[in-house]
């Protein structure tokens, strides 16, 4: 079985601190409780991309996305995340 969640550009928390790979961002926003923690933001498809290389075909592939507001440190946090799932093919 194969699961991976990983947020998306959309999310609140893109480009809030210092870029240090592309898409790669060392937060400095304490609202999350992740301050000076590395996110990395995948578009779906860049993703998808990623999965095929480093993983394989996946049988019955499913992708869904997630959004939703959260309330945090005083404010409301807009999380957008995406979740694939399936079976890796066995070679």
């Known amino acids: 079985m194969f699961f991976l969640s990983a947020r998306l550009p959309e999310d609140w928390r893109w480009g809030r601190g210092k870029e240090e790979e592309p898409g790669g961002f060392r937060l400095e926003c304490r609202e999350t409780g992740e301050h000076g923690l590395l996110n990395v933001f ?14 394989g075909e996946l049988s019955c592939p499913q992708r869904l996305f997630v959004t939703y507001d959260n309330p945090q440190g005083g404010i409301v946090i807009r999380n957008a995340d995406v979740v694939f799932w399936g079976r890796l093919v066995e070679t």
Do not use: C
């Open 42 to 55: 995948y578009s779906a498809d860049e993703l998808s991309a990623l999965i095929r290389i480093h993983f």
